[in-house]
């Protein structure tokens, strides 16, 4: 018999081993909205990229693609990613994995048809809420703290403002043009999680069962 729908309290990567691979949204990093901004002391350069990306991730509509994730032990595991904002996204892991997360707007489904089970979090309390939201902040509650350059990018570095020691979120950017390339988590205990973003591409008319609650 399944296990009931349960609806655990997130505390960073404090899962099993085997949730470890669905860390890129339910590790309560940057709850997101929260409490006021905090000094973050970065340069007016800096200021101006975390803007651009705010307003870059805010224009995202329905979109498609893949991902590839690396956990803290080194296992990579892909799959197909769906977008439709404000609000909604499905990841559906390739086999033998084949774990299933999806947001419905409101609620984040974490579907295990290997362990039979369900669990379900609230949106705002995962750090798939910093770009899924109606109107991206990145000035609110997270606290960009720091902006790092490379040739063709820039990565932006996130804390949740009044929760230092929780962990760290990282988004790196693309630019010409300005796309989303990967975003890593990083655990109090200096576990990290990165997911790559590949060949994401808008799309229209995405089948609204996509996006059904309870992993539908």
């Known amino acids: 018999m399944k296990p009931p729908l349960t609806e655990p309290r997130l505390t960073g990567f404090d899962l099993t081993r085997r949730r470890l691979t669905v860390g890129l949204t339910v590790a309560a990093l940057v709850p997101a909205?929260?409490?006021?901004?905090?000094?973050?002391?970065?340069?007016?350069?800096?200021?101006?990229?975390?803007?651009?990306?705010?307003?870059?991730?805010?224009?995202?509509?329905?979109?498609?693609?893949?991902?590839?994730?690396?956990?803290?032990?080194?296992v990579v595991t892909a799959g197909d990613l769906y977008l439709s904002r404000p609000g909604k996204a499905r990841f559906a892991y390739d086999?033998?994995?084949s774990l299933l997360i999806v947001s419905d707007g409101h609620t984040v489904w974490v579907t295990d048809p290997r362990l039979h089970t369900v669990?379900?979090?609230?949106?705002?309390?995962?750090?798939?809420?910093?770009?899924?939201?109606?109107?991206?902040?990145l000035d609110q509650g997270v606290v960009v703290d720091h902006v790092e350059r490379f040739s063709d990018g820039f990565t932006l570095f996130a804390r949740d403002g009044r929760h230092w020691a929780q962990g760290r979120v990282a988004l790196t950017f693309g630019q010409s043009p300005l796309s989303l390339r990967q975003w890593s988590l990083t655990n109090s205990q200096g576990q990290t999680t990165q997911v790559r973003i590949l060949d994401l591409k808008p799309a229209s008319g995405l089948d609204p069962a996509l996006f059904l609650g309870r992993g539908g």
């Open 33 to 74: 909205g929260a409490g006021r901004a905090a000094d973050s002391g970065l340069t007016s350069d800096d200021k101006a990229l975390v803007d651009q990306a705010a307003a870059y991730l805010e224009s995202l509509g329905e979109a498609r693609g893949r991902f590839e994730q690396t956990d803290p032990r080194g």
């Open 95 to 97: 086999p033998p994995y």
């Open 119 to 137: 669990n379900h979090y609230p949106l705002k309390q995962t750090p798939l809420a910093l770009f899924l939201a109606d109107h991206v902040r």
